[in-house]
């Protein structure tokens, strides 16, 4: 899924805040958005293994909302919501494509490293790949209560998502040959250093 997707998602957790403490609310919404976007910075150095940890995260984070719950406050949410929002995205993972350059193939059984088993999980591809049209539904899906719920920055930071969401839909493929036509131009000595997925290792 997209990185938007999985923020979208956080700001969604994030929002069970208000049925608890209302209060803390943004806090929890901005630190779910943070933790949705987190395991992806992991993009160009161990995509889905290096910071996706579907198990331990899930640990973290009930353990750090069981605190939260009795010790509501601006800290124990933030990191209670953006360790929910990080599981989220490191488990949800596993429900999209493979990890190649054109998950569409079908071709890699590689969807997110599961570190407490010590192997790969593979791809169930429920959403084909990132971008793809159902990607771009469930983004919008899961923004809307947001749009409902909020005004101000955070309406502002879901509305943004969703359109980056949907210019990268439009543009998953063709981006695609464009990454395709730039490794070409790289020198073979230079090679080592760009992702295995853009120079077609991980099939």
């Known amino acids: 899924m997209m990185a938007t997707t999985h923020a979208l998602l956080g700001v969604l957790l994030g929002s069970v805040s208000l049925f608890?403490?209302?209060?803390?609310?943004?806090?929890?919404?901005?630190?779910?958005?943070?933790?949705?976007?987190?395991?992806?910075?992991?993009?160009?150095?161990?995509?889905?293994?290096?910071?996706h940890f579907p198990v331990y995260f899930s640990i973290a984070a009930v353990a750090t909302l069981a605190i939260a719950a009795v010790v509501p406050t601006a800290?124990?949410?933030?990191?209670?919501?953006?360790?929910?929002?990080?599981?989220?995205?490191s488990v949800s993972d596993a429900f999209g494509g493979g990890l190649e350059l054109k998950p569409w193939l079908g071709q890699s059984e590689r969807a997110v490293y599961d570190h407490f088993r010590g192997q790969w999980i593979s791809p169930r591809r429920w959403i084909r790949y990132?971008?793809?049209?159902?990607?771009?539904?469930?983004?919008?899906?899961?923004?809307?209560?947001?749009?409902?719920?909020y005004d101000g920055t955070i309406q502002t930071l879901v509305v943004g998502a969703v359109l980056i969401s949907g210019v990268y839909a439009l543009l998953r493929k063709p981006l695609?040959?464009?990454?395709?036509?730039?490794?070409?131009?790289?020198?073979?000595?230079?090679?080592?250093?760009?992702?295995?997925?853009?120079?077609g290792d991980f099939v």
């Open 75 to 89: 800290l124990t949410f933030a990191v209670g919501f953006f360790l929910l929002a990080a599981a989220a995205h």
């Open 20 to 51: 608890v403490a209302p209060e803390l609310a943004p806090v929890a919404v901005l630190a779910g958005f943070a933790g949705g976007v987190f395991p992806d910075l992991d993009l160009y150095s161990g995509h889905r293994k290096t910071l």
């Open 176 to 199: 695609v040959r464009i990454a395709e036509w730039m490794v070409g131009q790289i020198p073979d000595h230079l090679l080592a250093y760009v992702p295995d997925r853009f120079v």
């Open 130 to 149: 990132d971008g793809a049209p159902e990607d771009f539904a469930l983004a919008f899906a899961v923004a809307l209560p947001s749009l409902v719920l």
